[in-house]
């Protein structure tokens, strides 16, 4: 485990240990307040995040910096943003599960290093693998579970959004939702 996040994010970018270093441009650690009380992990990079180096920075990362705003977050303050796989996988396909248990790794000493009261995942591959396994988004979007002390809420990717803005006010439910539970824990 890491008691420096320099070193941390240093070793991370240089990660071999999955294919995807091959193909990659750039490793997509992550970004935001490491101070944060809440932190949210989508699913990988595409293909601004890789040429950028940053999570979110193409049309769905438009987006969720909109959303954020909305109900008072932003990455430059109080939210760190990460991703379950670091590197993008070829042609946005999902990752696989074993490059996602390579990569959880990077993902396991950010949650302990930044001590997070909320967690909040971004669509159906980050809420499987932090929450459980068979969680069906459109039925437990919104939904609070509670592990280690830690409150994790799945939502809707906002790509997922960009393609049926039909769901767009149930994933702002989710986000007033999502408002409440950090106001009433203090994690602001
Ligand atoms: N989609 C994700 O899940 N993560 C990103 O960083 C960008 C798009």
């Known amino acids: 485990m890491y008691d420096a996040w320099e070193t941390l994010e240093n070793n991370c970018l240089a990660c071999q240990k999955c294919p995807l ?11 935001g307040n490491i101070n944060s009380k809440v932190m949210f992990v989508g699913e990988g990079p595409g293909e601004q995040e890789d040429l950028q180096g940053k999570p979110f920075v193409g049309r769905s990362g438009k987006l969720l910096d909109k959303m954020l705003e909305e109900i008072g977050l932003s990455r430059k303050k109080n939210i760190y943003i990460a991703n379950i796989v670091k590197c993008r996988p070829p042609k946005n396909r999902d990752p696989l599960p074993e490059e996602q248990r390579q990569c959880m790794d990077w993902l396991r000493s950010q949650f302990v290093l930044i001590n997070p009261k909320i967690i909040v995942t971004l669509g159906r591959i980050a809420a499987t693998s932090m929450i459980k396994p068979d969680l069906k988004i459109t039925k437990e ?3 609070i579970y509670k592990k280690k002390d830690i409150f994790m809420v ?8 960009l393609r049926d803005p039909s769901k767009m006010i149930l994933a702002k439910q989710d986000f007033i939702k999502l408002k409440n539970l ?7």
Do not use: C, K, Q, Y
Request: aromatic share 10%.
């Open 21 to 31: 270093w091959e193909t990659r441009t750039n490793v997509v650690f992550g970004e």
């Open 141 to 143: 979007h919104g939904s």
């Open 154 to 161: 799945p939502t809707f990717h906002p790509a997922a959004l």
């Open 182 to 188: 950090i106001d009433h824990n203090n994690a602001i």
